[in-house]
């Protein structure tokens, strides 16, 4: 069984203030494109379809149109909500979406049903998981010591009714210890939220989503397939793909990826107002894409943003690299770290996800939060 691996579309996402829904869809028409070349047997898409639980309608319509492309190419579709999605509205219509063999996960609450496909070597059993928290699950079986989240997912996996004869997939959203990540993903203090890649063992493959890189675990049975596009510039260097997996017989899996091409590639250019300059005029089309232009002036250019955008229209970030912002850095990093508050931590987590910062009315009511959490922890 061929299946195509996807995750964290992020659609509706804005990098920087810049829209990439044009991006997306043309990534999207590129995925089909592969589909219609390689004809797999399903399409695992393993959560963070959405970038925010309340989508823009534009980012709807173009997954929706994404969906109906690939029912009527005849190829099953099995999703589940990612931790930037609303599981209730991903799941919504899922009932009736079955009938054009569109799977949608339904929010947790205990029970996994596997949905069978069947192929020469008879059926594959695939088991959607969408994003749970360790509070989930305990809510689901109270009766089960839950300490961690390695906890939550062994109780998940163990009442999930596993035939271990047969061929098990697993579609999760979830971090696991070790993998690698990027500025783009967001972050939980403490690593709270990872878990041991051993809990998965009873499955033959587990599509992952959550982490932005593609990478493997447990020989490649464990495996993040990352996003089809790049959301950060700490992502410059990576290879976007989709991950094909493909089953045989129970124990056989071979992978292999196929690249994708974006509309517009993310990079970061370095060196001086005027280098910068006189390499637009040999960069053509590349200047289209998006940029973190890094100027090494020793004083800083009037109007260097504004200016540059001239030319290159899509430059995203500017910073400096030179005596005086290395000096600066040094002087303040350890300080800088030394006065991080539990409130400053969440105040810049609110405003990279949200894309403003908190308001005086609510960084008083987190306060007031974290306070009360402090005088019930023992």
Known sequence: MKLFHLSDLHLGKRVYDFSMLEDQEYILRQILRAADAEQPDAVLLAGDIYDKPVPPA???????????????????????????????????????????????????TGAVA?????????????YLLPFVRAA?????FPEEEIADMTDALRAAIARMDLNPAARNVLVAHQFVTGASRCESEEVSLGGADGVDAAVFAPFDYVALGHIHGPQSFEGGRVRYCGTPLKYSFSECRHHKSITVAELGEKGSLHLRMLPLTPLREMRELRGSYAELTLR????????DDYLHLILTDEE???????????????????????????????????????????????????????????????????????AELKEETP
Do not use: C
């Open 58 to 108: 534009e980012a709807v319509r173009l997954f929706d149109d994404f969906l109906v492309s690939l029912s009527r190419r005849g190829i099953p579709v099995l999703l589940i909500p990612g931790n930037h999605d609303s599981a209730e509205r991903v799941a919504f219509g899922g009932r009736l979406m079955a009938g054009s063999r569109v799977y949608p996960a339904q929010a947790y």
């Open 114 to 126: 596997p949905v069978t496909l069947s192929d020469a070597w008879g059926p594959v059993n695939f």
């Open 136 to 140: 989930h699950v305990r809510a689901a």
């Open 280 to 287: 637009a005029n040999y960069e053509g089309t590349a200047t």
């Open 300 to 370: 800083d250019v009037p109007d260097a943003l504004a200016r540059l955008r001239v030319i290159y229209p899509n430059v995203m970030k500017l910073d400096y690299d030179n005596t005086r912002t290395r000096l600066s850095a040094e002087l303040t990093a350890a300080p800088e770290a030394e006065r991080r508050t539990e409130i400053d931590l969440f105040a810049d987590f609110y405003a990279l996800q949200n894309g403003q910062p908190l308001s005086e009315e609510q960084r008083a009511l987190s306060e007031r939060i974290f």
